[in-house]
């Protein structure tokens, strides 16, 4: 019998996750949630897809990292609910479109725009990637909460491309119409969840903002402190958004 049957890619012994999870796109961030639950064990290194579960107070909870981009983010997605993940949030990193939230600050994602480059092989374009709204409700929630963190909610670009070459990248035209900044796989996520029917939303750190960034991005440093900072209040809130919403 094939252990892996339903997960080819990501490696993973249905046994060993958990309903409840958090997607990063660094292996090292994966690590780090890790670091805030009780008796976590790795229980996949695949690629790019490092896997951790143990528990989070009293709710037992998966991490894994997707790397970089929607193809390789949709296949991690796609077999964690084919394992019985049913509630995902992402906790990732974003550039801001709002210039009263600099690095170190938090945006909640309340849909997402399909310039993933690969939501459009899975549904039709003129279908909406939206967060669902118990987890939306939840992150702001626990975000709210603490009390020591700046965050904004609404809807971020998820673009294919952080570098464009020839082609211009339309920042400031997305930010007059009212996106708050941009990342990479939201959408992605968004609309497997709801071809799925399960749950899913994301929290993002800002970590630059590229209306204010010089046009080569030579400027751009997302590993500054206050940013590692935000992540961790990122994973925590999530955290407590999953125990949340097992309780409700």
Known sequence: MNTFANTPHIRLDPADVAPYALTVGDPARAARVAEFLSDARQVGAWREYHTFTGTYETLRVTVISHGIGGAGAAICFHELFGVGVRTIIRVGTCGSYLRAMRQGSLLIGTG???????????????????????????????ARARGDVKFQLGVLRS???????????????????????????????????????VRAGGI????????????????????????????DAAIEIALKALVALARS
């Open 204 to 231: 993002f750190v800002v970590d630059g903002n590229p209306n204010e960034s010089a046009g080569d991005m030579a400027d751009y440093n997302p590993h500054r402190d206050s940013v590692e900072r935000a992540k």
């Open 112 to 142: 997402a725009t399909r310039e993933d480059g690969t939501s459009n092989l899975l549904a039709p374009p003129e279908y909406p990637a939206v967060a669902d709204l118990d987890v939306t409700l939840a992150l702001r929630n626990e």
């Open 159 to 197: 673009d294919a491309a952080f570098y464009h070459e020839l082609m211009p990248n339309p920042h400031q035209l997305w930010a007059d119409a009212g996106a708050v900044g941009i990342e990479m796989e939201l959408a992605t996520l968004l609309i497997i969840a709801s071809i799925q029917r």
